[in-house]
């Protein structure tokens, strides 16, 4: 009956008695999880969320009180740490409406449109600064190839005083704590560093698109259920319980459309979804969204509970699925889940959302993962970052992430040294694809280029296009990689200069010249080394054979 009872873990224990705990959230009848229950410390704006699997963690100080309510559920009062490790909820009863009569004349259009005109009655419309702890991983095909974890401030300067058309606009964003794997996805060097904005942007309370568009679109991340309200139907589904009140469940659905293009007519997306809306207030609690158009898919869901007597969101999930032409599949994973809500104007600041040079510059403190609340790991979630590491801890990755981005984020300068920390750092991953360049590249050297960048797109999972050039003046090197185009995904460039030892060590006598490593980093012995050459090619292929 217990084998899912897990035992309390008391991570760390600092001043003031506070601790970290670590437990489950399981339906009493079935003991299934309950995921992304809502997990708050009464009397506080502290809390967290359970994960996939109904486990948790948080930061506590005894004596302490945990309120635990989910959408379906009755809600729960847990005082000892004891209670903590296997918490049971009892199911809510759920009202369908083809057996409740007097629910068939409720208007569901209405219901939405009520919640949408209550938002600054039910939501802070005070500044207020709020912490979240961030998770985000992505995967091509069936390989992972990404994962980061950070700590996360927002401050809203007007609180939910009104909506808006995109995150970060109003709103001051900053990075105070990050771990994370090296990117070895496709998409690696155009990747947004970190996607704050874009999860911030599932709370359809704050964000909504502001005028109502000509069509539907399927790269929207901010709703445009306000501003296309006459594009979708709304039905009535069901009435439950969410912390002691009762909830309408409001599904809706995108009115199927089609635009003329030169192929003919081709469907709009389709977007579908429920809403979960207190029949007192009106105050929207939870949403879920499925956004697709052709195989590509949005999944977007959003979490709020009551701190006071407003409404705050406190977890925030968007995963999609983007079909390539060549038909490989890039997957994403965001989560955002809230730890604590801080008011007054001690609290401000004032930030933007990194970039990657931003994010390098921030200390790693190993004890911060230790000593605070963070969404707990599912076990997929723990394979991941051992198959990232190759049995690395997520903290251990991070160190070898910043040296990664030291060595490649910048070859402008001290080009030499860092290509030879990333050769040795590649040893056993893939192979190395070096091309010896500088400014003097004509047309018939500039074609090898494109050749060269073909091959990094072709071999993108077994070989890297490392481009050496041996241009003196880096003002002038740059200028020539944005002329030639050579921030292509996969392509790695340093200046190594006229005088660089590696002439000598690979006998470069002119250029272009081209030179295939092993994975091993052994030079690999071909006469046809000139990336627009075929054969060079089937070299490849047999060398990832062997």
């Not at 979240?132 to 991983?137: L, S």
């Not at 704050?196 to 539907?216: F, M, T």
């Not at 060549?326 to 004032?350: N, P, R």
Request: aromatic share 12%; hydrophobic share 35%; with cysteine.
């Amino acid at each position: 009956m217990y084998r899912w009872l897990i035992p309390l873990v008391l991570v760390s224990s600092t001043a003031f008695c506070q601790k970290v705990v670590e437990g489950k959230v399981v339906d009493k009848e079935t003991g299934s999880p309950v995921p992304f229950a809502s997990i708050g410390i009464v009397g506080t704006s502290k809390g967290t969320s359970s994960n996939l699997n109904g486990q948790f963690s948080l930061l506590v100080e005894e004596p302490f009180s945990i309120k635990i309510s989910c959408v379906g559920y009755e809600s729960r009062v847990i005082t000892s740490l004891e209670d903590l490790n296997l918490i049971q909820l009892n199911p809510a009863s759920i009202e369908l409406n083809e057996i409740i009569v007097y629910r068939k004349l409720i208007d569901p259009a209405r219901i939405v449109r009520r919640a949408f005109a209550n938002v600054t009655n039910n939501y802070n419309t005070q500044p207020f600064l709020q912490n979240f702890f961030y998770r985000h991983y992505c995967k091509d095909d069936s390989e992972y190839g990404r994962l980061i974890e950070a700590s996360v401030d927002v401050w809203k300067h007007r609180g939910y005083k009104s909506t808006q058309r995109m995150a970060g606009e109003k709103e001051e964003i900053r990075v105070t704590q990050l771990r994370r794997s090296l990117d070895n996805t496709i998409a690696a060097q155009g990747h947004e560093p970190i996607a704050i904005s874009n999860i911030l942007q599932a709370d359809v309370v704050g964000y909504q698109l502001q005028e109502k568009g000509k069509q539907l679109s399927f790269y929207n991340t901010v709703s445009n259920l306000r501003a296309d309200f006459d594009r979708y139907s709304f039905s009535y589904d069901a009435t439950t319980v969410y912390d002691g009140q009762e909830v309408f469940l409001i599904a809706y659905t995108s009115r199927k459309d089609s635009i003329l293009t030169t192929s003919g007519y081709i469907d709009l997306p389709v977007i579908s979804g429920t809403l979960y809306i207190t029949t007192d207030r009106y105050a929207i609690v939870k949403t879920e969204e499925i956004k697709s158009e052709g195989p590509n898919v949005i999944r977007t869901s959003a979490y709020y509970r009551k701190t006071g007597d407003k409404y705050y969101p406190y977890h925030f999930i968007r995963e999609g699925e983007n079909h390539a032409s060549d038909k490989s599949v890039h997957q994403y994973h965001i989560e955002l889940m809230s730890t604590e809500i801080k008011y007054g104007i001690e609290a401000k600041f004032i930030g933007r959302e990194p970039g990657k040079e931003e994010l390098l510059k921030i200390p790693y403190d190993s004890s911060y993962w230790k000593t605070n609340t963070i969404l707990k790991t599912t076990p997929l979630e723990d394979k991941i970052i051992r198959d990232l590491g190759g049995g690395e801890s997520l903290s251990q990755q991070f160190v070898r992430y910043q040296q990664y981005e030291w060595s490649t984020a910048d070859g402008g300068q001290n080009g030499e040294d860092k290509f030879a920390w990333f050769k040795e750092h590649n040893k056993g991953n893939r192979m190395l694809f070096l091309v010896f360049w500088d400014s003097q590249c004509d047309l018939p050297c500039i074609v090898e280029l494109e050749h060269a960048k073909r091959l990094q797109r072709q071999f993108r999972k077994d070989l890297y296009v490392v481009m050496l050039s041996l241009e003196n003046d880096e003002v002038r090197w740059k200028q020539l990689l944005t002329r030639y185009n050579l921030f292509s995904d996969g392509t790695i460039n340093y200046r190594i200069g006229s005088t660089t030892e590696l002439k000598r060590l690979y006998k470069i006598k002119e250029t272009p010249a081209f030179i295939l490593l092993t994975k091993n980093g052994d030079i690999h012995s071909t006469e046809n080394l000139r990336p627009g050459n075929f054969l060079l090619e089937n070299e490849i292929r047999a060398l990832i054979e062997q």
